[in-house]
Each structure stands twice: as C-alpha cells, then as structure tokens.
C-alpha cells in the first residue's frame, strides 16, 4: 500500500505527458513520385490523402493544409525530395518540423505509406518529434553558394590531378621542381607546351623569381618524350580547369552579393590588421571583412581558422547561436561530442557520431592544421595527440573550436590567444593539484625537494 501513492503519480505523470500537444498537425510521408498526407480524423472526410510531387499538386496540398486549419507539419528528411514541399508550405505560414528518418521508425511488419504518415502525424501530435536544424533563408541561400563553389573546387581539382598525369606520362617532371603546377611558373609553363614550345631551356625561362628551384633544374625535369595523345589530355584538361575556374570566379561574386544582404554587425574599419595568410582557394573579396560585418567577431583571430573556413563554418551554422542552448548542444550537432553509450553503469562506447557536417569537417581540418602552432590551441593539440593519437586529437580540437566560435558569436566577445607557454603552465598546475588530492587522501603530502628542482617527493603525515 506504501508504494501506491507513488505509482499513482507515476501514471499522472505519464497521462500529463502524453497529452495531446499539437492538436492541429499533419504528418507527411515523403516520396520521390508522390508525398502522403496524413490529418487528424475530425478535420476532413478524408484524413489520408496523396498528391504527387508536381508543382501544382504540392501547391494543392499546401491550400488543403491551410484550408482546414493545420498549423504544424512534421516530414521525414528524405533525399532532397521534400525541399520544394517544404518551401511551399513555409511560404504559406506552416510551421514545418524536418525529423530524422531514424528516429521515427514504424512497428516493424507494419510498413506503408499510408501507416507511416500516420505515424508521424500521431508522433507530432503528442509533442513527440524535434525538428532539425534548418537556417534562415539568407544562411540558406549563402550555404547553397558555399556548397555549390566547394563542388566546383573538388572538380577543378580532379582536372589538375588530370594535368599531372598527362605530364608525368610524357615524363616532364614539373611537379618535382615547382611546388603547385597551377601556380604561375607551373601554368605558364604548361601553356606554353600547349603552344609548341619544346625547349626545356625556353621553357624554364618562365621561372618565376619566388620558385625556390634554379632555372637549370628546372630546364632538366622538362626534357620530356611528347606524344599527341597525351599532348591531347592535357590541352583538354587545362581547358576544364580554366572552366570550372571561371565557374568559381563566377559563384565568388555570388557569394559576396549575398553576405551584403546581412544586416550590419560591425564595421570592417574597425578590424585590426590580419595575421594570417590568405587561404588557397580563397574568395577574391575581403571574405574577413564581410564575416566580421555580418557577425560583429573576427573568427579568424581563432588560430586554424582562416577566412574561408570561418566562411564555411557560417553558411551552415548562420550567426544566431540562440538555435542551440548551450556550447554543449552546439558541439553536439556538429558530431563533435563525446558519445554516451551506457548500459548497466557501465560506458559502452564514448564514440562520436558519425555525421556529414560540413561545419565540421572544416573545424576538423583546422585543427589539423595547428600541428606546429605556437598558440595555445597548438599545445593542447599536441598534448592530446601524443595521448590519444591523431584522430582523437583533431576531433578533440575541433570540439575546442567550436566551442570557442559558439561563445564569441553567442557573447560577441573577443578571442584572445594566451599562448602554449601558458597552457603548457596551466596543465602543469592542474595536474600538480590532482597530485596533492590524491596524496592527501592516502595520507601523504607533496612538498618541492628542493628550491630550484620543480620536482616532487613524497612524505609521509602520519
């Protein structure tokens, strides 16, 4: 009888729980030919309906919704089949929720359509399903640039490989003198190939000043055995590369149109003066001065972070960090969180998620690049991967990053490199007071053996 009070607000608990949340939503079912809608039974003589993916047809579906009172709309994440519905129905004033696949699976043995929309419409009901990150329009249309120039960058890069083939294969061993063969030694001399010349001293004239090679040295990897068939491939591979190199220059000028759309955060003229290079394959516009205008923080000050990596990190993110409720959640969308496979107290797995965040794989290949960093970043990298190897410790650092670049978009505050002398000092202090804790509790005490020695002995309290 003691335990029935208990029990009793137990099943109060639960009722209160599951209490009918979104009283007017519609689950979608989404499909490459046709989408499923399902609506709550008293709504509509006809509760489950399907319209196909023409434009009309979606447009019908919208005015049916809206017709009979739906507020809320949950849809699973299927391809990229429900981005035109999804759109359309933001536009007529839905609330959409876009929910993982995976967290919404139906009984097994009971899969259709028909079910599934229904699934997910009496999920959404009871407050059930979270929906997915999706940014503002502005972030969505920056982030759709950002994703088509990194597809133009991937392909202009498999033609360069095309291009080192074609000249390895009539032995001009170009790569071995210059150190990037589109750079301006490499392609002009590769254009002047491609217009007869066959001189490897004419040729190496086109050294330019900055090359660390000598002339000669270039003039010996250029005596090639030109044959027209590879003469071929690589006329047509420079041909692609200039293409899709126009093509970037082109979505460069797209992108930057774009971030001028943003509301002003800050003012570029109050920048200091960059400490960084320019990274390769960079944008030709000021890409720090239009972040920091958009975002009021200069996330390059991060070391590992360059222009186009904070570029990347903002066209998937957006600057509103109010989306996530703290750093923690924040690094937790990004796949960067330690994993919490637990069963019966015991850790499983501390595994991070695997995901394709694109934010991600850019604060991961920052972080690789902090190997021979100075700064304090660069000590805790190092640190980490002499512990845990290189995987961990790019993941590790990339989870500092980002909690870094949540905290300054979040705050507005400004990053401050401390650097590794005082990280290297500070991890010294935070281990030497878990050493006296854990000497304290077994009955010893830690005192310096000397005044110039910083090492420790043993004493002991009894």
């Known amino acids: 009888m003691k335990n029935k009070p208990s029990t009793d607000r137990a099943r109060k608990r639960l009722t209160k729980h599951l209490e009918q949340i979104n009283l007017y939503a519609a689950g979608i079912d989404i499909g490459s030919e046709s989408h499923y809608v399902a609506v709550p039974e008293g709504l509509d003589d006809e509760p489950v ?37 999804f759109e359309i129905l933001e536009e007529r004033g839905l609330e959409v929720l876009l929910v993982n696949a995976r967290h919404v699976k139906n ?29 503002p329009e502005q972030v969505t249309a920056l982030r759709a640039y950002m994703r ?19 000249l390895r294969q009539m032995n001009l061993l170009l790569d071995n003198v210059v150190t990037d063969i589109t750079g301006k030694t490499g392609m002009t001399i590769i254009r002047t190939i491609l217009q007869g010349e066959r001189d490897p001293h004419k040729l190496a004239a086109y050294r330019d000043r900055r090359c660390k090679k000598s002339e000669q040295a270039i003039a010996q990897s250029l005596h090639g055995h030109y044959r027209e068939e590879h003469l071929f491939a690589l006329r047509q591979s420079v041909e692609l590369y200039d293409t899709y190199h126009a093509k970037i220059l082109a979505c460069d000028e797209a992108i930057e149109q774009q971030l001028k759309r943003f509301d002003a955060q800050g003012d570029p003229q109050q920048l200091r003066a960059g400490k960084k290079n320019k990274a390769a394959n960079a944008p030709a516009f000021d890409v720090r001065g239009e972040l920091y205008r958009m975002s009021g923080v200069d996330l390059t000050a991060i070391d590992g ?8 990190v903002l066209a998937e993110t957006g600057t509103d960090m109010s989306r996530w409720k703290s750093e923690k959640h924040f690094s937790s969308w990004l796949g960067l969180s330690p994993g919490n ?4 107290g015991k850790i499983l797995s501390s595994k991070t998620k695997p995901t394709t965040n694109r934010a991600a794989a ?20 190092r640190r980490m991967r002499s512990r845990q190897g290189a995987p961990k410790a790019i993941t590790a650092t990339a989870h500092k990053l ?3 670049i949540y905290s300054m978009l979040k705050h507005g505050t400004e990053y401050v490199d401390q650097g590794q002398d005082y990280y290297e000092q500070h991890y010294q202090d935070r281990v030497m007071k878990n050493l006296k804790q854990r000497a304290a509790q077994m009955g010893f005490a830690l005192v310096p053996s000397s005044a110039d020695n910083g090492s420790v002995v043993k004493e002991s309290t009894g």
């Open 49 to 85: 309906r399907c319209f196909s993916c023409n434009t009309g047809d979606l447009e019908k579906l919208a005015d049916w919704l809206v017709q009979i009172g739906i507020q809320s709309v949950a849809m699973e994440s299927t391809g990229i089949y429900w981005i035109p519905l």
């Open 107 to 135: 009984v097994s043995g009971r899969k259709s359509d028909v079910l599934d929309c229904q699934w997910l419409q009496q999920l959404h009901t009871y407050g059930l399903l979270a929906g997915a990150f999706r940014p």
């Open 148 to 166: 088509q120039r990194g597809t133009l960058v991937r392909y202009a890069g498999s033609h360069i490989q095309h291009m080192q083939k074609a």
């Open 305 to 312: 972070i360059n222009d186009i990596t904070a570029l990347k």
């Open 341 to 344: 496979k637990i069963s019966g």
């Open 362 to 381: 850019a604060l991961r290949m920052a972080a690789f690049t902090l190997s021979n960093s100075k700064s304090a970043l660069g000590a805790y990298y």
């Open 402 to 404: 980002a909690r870094l």
